[in-house]
Structure formats: C-alpha cells, structure tokens
C-alpha cells in the first residue's frame, strides 16, 4: 500500500458522489498515544460545578474557518442537557496577546470545565495551557496534530497535516500526467501548523520533476497571501504551480493571478473554507485538502466531554479529510449543513 493509499485509510478519506458527507456527530476515531510526556494525566480534570461548559479559544474570528469550527462545536452542545459553549478569541490572528489574555481568563473561571483551543504560537502558549491544566480544566488543542505540545494536554484533534499535504502533492502531479512544473509555496507565519502544511508538500514534490523555485511568508490571510503571491510571481514570472498553507492565502493567490493575467497558474490550498470550495467550483483555485471545520469541531466536542465524564483517557483523534477539486466541489456544496458559512447560493 503506498502513502496515499495508507492516508486515504487511515483518515476515512469519504467518497461524496452521493453528494451529503454522512458521520454521526460523536463517532469519532479512537485516540492515538500522544508523544512520551505530552499527555496530561485525565485524573487532573475537575467538574465540581452544575453542568459543563467548553470555553472555545481560536487565534482570531477574521477566519471564517476559525468559526466553522466553534459551529460544529455548538451542534453538540446544543444536544445535551445542561453542556453550554462559549467563543472566546481577538479579531485577528495575530494577536497573540489577546488570546493569551483570554486564555488566563477562562483559566481562572470556575465555571469553565474545558478548553479547547487552537495555537499558532506553541511555546508561548504552553506556560498559560500549564496553568489550565492545573487548574483542573480538560485542555484539547483542535485543527492540530501536534504529538508533543511544549507541555502535557489531554488530547489533540486534527488531521496529519504532512501527510494531507503530501497527498495533495500527489494528487496535482497525477493531474499533470508527468509534465514538470515550478512550484512556489505561500506558507504560514512560523510554527508547527506551517511546518508540516508546507513539509507535506514539499516533501511530496521532492526527487520529483516539480521544482521549488521560491517559497514566501503569506501570513495566513487573503490580502497578505494576495501580496506574497504578487511577488512570488513577479520575481519568478515562471511558476506554474502555487501552493498555500491555507485557502485565504490561496485566494489572495487567485486574486494576484488575476491582477497579473496569469491563468496559467494552479492554485492548491489546505482547509476547506467555503469561499474557496465555491472558488474552485468557479473555476479559479484548483483544489484544496478539505479538512471539514464543522465536522472537526463536532467530533472535538464530543472528545473534550468524553474526557470530563470519563469515557476516555486523552490523546490525538484524527479527523476525515478529502481533495476537492472541480469535479466535485458543486457535490460538497450540496450538504451545507456541514459548512460554514453557508454557500453564497444553492448548488
């Protein structure tokens, strides 16, 4: 079996040709070990209020994925009796000091039983994750695969993030049917989420005839992945190919293609934001790793109340993955009640 083959199983990689995306809300895959020292011991999670109450802690509300995923966590708390949720988080994502902020808030809030939070900035977080986890709160790092956060959580919930990424690489060079392309990549602001986003794809292209000519800094949004793009492109007016780290960097891409009349371009992203699947439906990126937020962050939040009722003992739950391309992005479109924000029409 080769990797892709391995990824596609061992992700439950879905067909959609029946169109709706079917998974039950909390059947999510058994937990995997967490690295040697990086799992927080479940005996250390107190409830002693009525009830239970998830704080959710994304980098920032300017991305729309960041949301999807507070979405998925509300539909389960919805369902239960006397389980609420709440968001907490800055506008933008790089204010790494309003979310730590608001992490020690929620920290010291006796009300609050668990934390699910998502880190771009892992070491400067992990003295704040440590204290909540002393405090007795439930800590899940989501949209992440990190085996050993820089101190111990209770569980971590995401996709393998390098090997989406190298099966996306795949998948791009399957439709170029042996041609050589020069590829450039956007990555994200450093960290492990732009390490192994960006690592799976090169990793995929290496010893290949697809070359890496130039690789900038996109900043995780449309309009900073707009300008590294218009650069990238400028100063390498030959590329064919353009990877991003995520899909608002993607689009920004798009957006410069556009400026510079280079239809010539293949634009790849990772997430699964909805303005890019209908982007692609259009017919402007090419395809994206379809990490489905709404899905992830229901079967986090079935996860974290596992943990507090103790039903499990912590780890990393993956999640299901899928490349969307033309062919079937009007598909995934057709199940809008596993999106957000809804399509902008109805497919």
Same mark, same amino acid.
């Given at each position: 079996?080769?990797?892709?083959?391995?990824?596609?199983?061992?992700?439950?990689?879905?067909?959609?040709?029946?169109?709706? &995306?079917?998974?039950?809300?909390?059947?999510?895959?058994?937990?995997?070990?967490?690295?040697?020292?990086?799992?927080?011991?479940?005996? $250390?999670?107190?409830?002693?209020?009525?009830? /239970?109450?998830?704080?959710?802690? *994304?980098?920032?509300?300017?991305?729309?994925?960041?949301?999807?995923?507070?979405?998925?966590?509300?539909?389960?708390?919805?369902?239960?009796?006397?389980?609420?949720?709440?968001?907490?988080?800055?506008?933008?994502?790089?204010?790494?000091?309003?979310?730590?902020?608001?992490?020690?808030?929620?920290?010291?809030?006796?009300?609050?039983?668990?934390?699910?939070? /998502?880190?771009?900035?892992?070491?400067?977080?992990? *003295? +704040?994750?440590?204290?909540?986890?002393?405090?007795? !709160?439930? @800590?899940?790092?989501?949209?992440?695969?990190?085996?050993?956060?820089?101190? *111990?959580?209770?569980?971590?919930?995401?996709?393998?993030?390098?090997?989406?990424?190298?099966? +996306?690489?795949? &998948?791009?060079?399957?439709?170029?049917?042996?041609?050589?392309?020069? @590829?450039?990549?956007?990555?994200?602001?450093?960290?492990?989420?732009?390490?192994?986003?960006?690592?799976?794809? $090169?990793?995929?292209?290496?010893?290949?005839? &697809?070359?890496?000519?130039?690789? /900038?800094?996109?900043? &995780?949004?449309?309009? !900073?992945?707009?300008?590294?793009?218009?650069?990238?492109?400028?100063?390498?007016?030959? @590329?064919?190919?353009?990877?991003?780290?995520?899909?608002?960097?993607?689009?920004?891409?798009? +957006?410069?293609?556009?400026?510079?009349?280079?239809?010539?371009?293949?634009?790849?992203?990772?997430?699964?934001?909805?303005?890019? +699947?209908?982007? /692609?439906?259009?017919?402007?990126?090419?395809?994206?790793?379809?990490?489905?937020?709404?899905?992830?962050?229901?079967?986090?939040?079935?996860?974290?109340?596992?943990?507090?009722?103790?039903?499990?003992?912590?780890?990393?739950?993956?999640?299901?993955?899928?490349?969307?391309?033309?062919?079937?992005?009007?598909?995934?479109?057709?199940? *809008?009640?596993?999106?957000?924000?809804?399509?902008?029409?109805?497919?």
């Amino acid at each position: 079996m080769n990797l892709r083959q391995t990824l596609l199983t061992s992700v439950a990689f879905v067909g959609i040709a029946g169109g709706a &995306w079917a998974e039950d809300m909390c059947d999510y895959a058994a937990p995997t070990a967490l690295n040697d020292g990086a799992q927080a011991a479940t005996g $250390t999670i107190q409830n002693d209020q009525d009830g /239970i109450t998830i704080a959710y802690l *994304p980098m920032g509300t300017e991305f729309n994925y960041h949301i999807a995923l507070g979405e998925g966590i509300t539909d389960v708390t919805e369902t239960r009796d006397g389980v609420d949720s709440f968001l907490l988080s800055p506008y933008s994502g790089g204010d790494l000091a309003g979310q730590m902020g608001m992490l020690q808030d929620v920290t010291a809030r006796d009300d609050v039983d668990a934390i699910i939070l /998502i880190s771009f900035d892992e070491s400067a977080l992990a *003295p +704040l994750v440590e204290e909540a986890v002393n405090a007795g !709160k439930a @800590v899940v790092i989501i949209n992440s695969d990190i085996p050993d956060f820089p101190t *111990p959580v209770h569980g971590v919930v995401g996709v393998n993030q390098r090997a989406v990424n190298h099966a +996306l690489a795949d &998948w791009a060079m399957e439709q170029a049917d042996g041609a050589a392309r020069k @590829v450039g990549v956007l990555d994200g602001e450093p960290g492990y989420l732009a390490t192994e986003r960006a690592g799976g794809f $090169t990793d995929g292209i290496e010893g290949t005839n &697809w070359e890496l000519v130039a690789r /900038i800094n996109g900043g &995780w949004s449309v309009e !900073k992945g707009n300008t590294a793009a218009m650069d990238l492109i400028q100063a390498n007016p030959g @590329v064919e190919v353009i990877y991003a780290s995520n899909d608002y960097m993607a689009l920004g891409a798009v +957006l410069a293609t556009q400026a510079l009349g280079r239809d010539d371009i293949s634009i790849l992203g990772y997430d699964g934001d909805t303005g890019a +699947l209908e982007d /692609i439906a259009a017919g402007g990126m090419t395809a994206t790793s379809d990490t489905s937020p709404v899905i992830m962050g229901r079967k986090a939040a079935c996860f974290v109340l596992d943990l507090i009722e103790g039903k499990s003992e912590g780890g990393y739950v993956n999640t299901p993955t899928r490349i969307v391309h033309e062919g079937n992005a009007v598909q995934v479109l057709q199940a *809008p009640e596993d999106l957000f924000p809804l399509p902008s029409k109805d497919y």
